[in-house]
């Protein structure tokens, strides 16, 4: 008989793969990228909230999850098993807003921690009047159950997690029986919530009705279980005395369809205690079930063929799980690196296109160009400049247009750019004339205190205007041979040494400045790619672990 390996190695090589599985990203939207974040989720959940668990503590009580559609019964199925009522159960929908887990009261102690369901706090199950339970007509009461169930204030739209630990003498040690919230609840945050739980079970006891068997939730699954070769109960509820007969064996058909025909399968009748979900079923109704569920608590080899088989189905199927999540982060670091290389692409472009129309002289054309032939006798060089400034900032904002322009284009072929994190960035309050223009100032501010140290070191007496020399060097640095007698009158101000000193620094000073600016914008369009956290290393690391566990296995 297979049984459960609990040696060290074997747990930290899956915790190993965990924090793998942890650290993947899927946040662009490619083709099947919701499916694969869900996939990811699930096997998180089933790795933090069983495999693990249960490999480090094998002796801990069984756990049976109750899972199903709404409306087929599942609370008062658990509280037909333990006896009494533990779980609300009621005529509106969704009405098992927070699980409730019960045990013996010697088991309590493995389920009041965190070592399962770590993410959903402990709670103590809020007694009721039993009269009040049953005024199931009375809308408000029922309201007012719901809201201290969820442990939620009435306008609260996030109910808190919080799981209920229950005991009752009346469930053997060894085995535990949690009702979960609807998987096809109409509130999100429950069918999520379900999900987790069935993910945390030993056994999965799926729940349907008569009038609802054929429906594509719980045969989704019941798939599901089959896959991980979880082990699995089915229960048909509600079924009418008069159609018992047809209906269990149209039941058992599409089961043996599925290959799921070995599946115990229970059925209850539909009975007066069934209606309207108030009261208790007969102790004879919920016999089989809770028979079966006795002897695979309680008998040591039942109890470790229950075990093994969903341990062991759970990590069988990380052999194909883990390749998929695999394959899908080599797509998602694929598509970041296209749209990546768009914007480098695009910025490198427009960088060496800004870079030839400065040498060019572009710079000095329009207002700054007639500042130039006015100076000195009809314009101040401060007025030149502002006018060469102001220039110089126009081609830089241009060469960042432009290189945003061709990025988009390149993107909208890109489906993986559609993400919202990427599409933020246009929504950016500061806009890239901001930024441009407090470059572009700061490039001033220095070349001017290049002029004045040139200014201070000149040996002659004669007064020499710095402002002056900073307008000079600045058009002949940005004038290109539109400005050759820039230089001319430059070096007859402060020399020809001061003068090519001067230039060679100022076109340092401009170079570097240019290189900043488009690199700066390179980077925030860059940044919210990178904060996307996708890695190449993630699809090795994947297969890695997977292989390592497979070996250590």
């Known amino acids: 008989m297979v049984t459960l390996d609990v040696r060290p190695q074997l747990l930290d090589t899956l915790s190993a793969l965990r924090d793998r599985v942890a650290a993947a990203r899927f946040p662009l939207p490619l083709a099947g990228a919701p499916r694969v974040r869900a996939n990811r989720d699930e096997l998180l959940a089933q790795l933090d909230d069983y ?89 408000r009461d029922t309201r007012r159950d719901m809201q201290h169930d969820s442990h939620l204030d009435p306008h609260d739209d996030h109910p808190a997690r919080v799981l209920r630990v229950e005991t009752a003498e009346s469930i053997p040690r060894g085995l535990a029986l949690l009702d979960a919230p609807d998987v096809d609840s109409l509130v999100a945050e429950n069918r999520v919530l379900a999900a987790e739980l069935i993910c945390a079970a030993d056994v999965w006891i799926m729940v349907t009705t008569a009038a609802r068997y054929a429906d594509a939730v719980p045969w989704h699954l019941l798939r599901t279980a089959k896959e991980y070769d979880a082990t699995l109960v089915t229960v048909l509820d509600r079924v009418p005395h008069q159609v018992v007969t047809e209906v269990s064996r149209q039941y058992g058909a599409l089961l043996s369809k599925a290959g799921l025909g070995d599946v115990p399968r229970f059925t209850v009748p539909e009975l007066p205690e069934s209606a309207w979900g108030g009261g208790l079923l007969p102790a004879s109704a919920v016999a089989p079930l809770r028979a079966w569920l006795l002897h695979h608590s309680q008998d040591p080899a039942a109890r470790r063929q229950v075990l093994a088989r969903t341990a062991h189905g759970l990590l069988d199927s990380l052999n194909a799980r883990m390749p998929e999540l695999a394959g899908a982060a080599a797509a998602q670091y694929a598509a970041a690196l296209r749209l990546t290389s768009a914007v480098d692409h695009a910025y490198d472009s427009e960088h060496a296109r800004v870079r030839g129309r400065l040498n060019s002289g572009a710079a000095l ?109 600045a058009t002949a640095v940005l004038g290109g041979h539109r400005a050759r007698t820039a230089g001319e009158r430059l070096a007859e101000r402060i020399g020809p040494h001061g003068a090519l000193r001067l230039r060679d620094r100022a076109g340092r000073l401009l170079t570097e400045h240019v290189d900043r600016v488009m690199n700066t914008e390179r980077e925030r369009r860059l940044a919210p790619l990178d904060a996307l956290d996708v890695h190449a290393e993630s699809q090795a690391e994947l297969i890695a672990a997977l292989s390592v566990l497979q070996k250590e296995r």
């Open 51 to 139: 495999l693990v668990p249960r490999l480090r503590s094998p002796e801990a009580p069984l756990l049976a999850v109750v899972g199903g559609s709404t409306g087929t019964g599942k609370s008062t199925l658990v509280n037909s098993l333990v006896g009494r009522r533990v779980s609300e159960a009621g005529v509106l929908r969704p009405t098992t807003r927070t699980p409730v887990l019960v045990c013996h009261p010697e088991d309590h102690h493995w389920f009041s921690g965190m070592r399962v369901l770590p993410d959903l706090t402990r709670g103590p199950l809020i007694r009721r009047d039993p009269q009040r339970d049953m005024q199931h007509d009375t809308h």
């Open 365 to 473: 054309a329009g207002d700054a160009l007639k500042r130039w032939r006015a100076f000195p006798l009809d314009c101040t060089a401060g007025e030149l400049l502002d006018a060469l400034a102001e220039s110089l900032a126009e081609l830089l904002l241009c060469a960042v247009t432009g290189a945003d322009e061709r990025m988009r284009e390149a993107w909208r072929r890109e489906p993986a750019a559609d993400a919202p994190e990427l599409a933020a960035q246009d929504l950016a309050p500061e806009p890239p004339e901001h930024r441009i223009g407090l470059a572009v100032r700061r490039w001033r501010r220095e070349l001017e205190e290049y002029a004045e140290d040139e200014v201070r070191e000149l040996e002659r007496g004669a007064a020499v205007d710095a402002e002056a020399v900073a307008a000079l060097v």
